[in-house]
């Protein structure tokens, strides 16, 4: 029984990888967009007395926001 071993590196292959890469950054910026405007609603949405109980105000909603990170 042969084996047969292929090493080469296919033509444009980095570029697909480039390619690959910026649609990932691409995602994850967006998806990082949406999860911090999903925070930010969610938190708005909330009474001053549930974000007291939070131990938020509203006026730091944004700060949250912006503090957060996956």
Do not use: P
Request: hydrophobic share 35%; proline share 0%; glycine share 4%.
């Amino acid at each position: 029984m042969a084996a047969y071993e292929n090493t080469r590196v296919l033509a444009g292959s980095q570029a697909f990888g480039s390619l690959s890469n910026f649609a990932h950054s691409i995602t994850s910026a967006f998806a990082t967009w949406n999860d911090k405007r999903t925070t930010r609603n969610s938190l708005s949405k909330l009474s001053d007395r549930e974000l007291e109980d939070i131990g938020l105000s509203r006026s730091v909603i944004e700060d949250v926001v912006s503090r957060h990170t996956l």
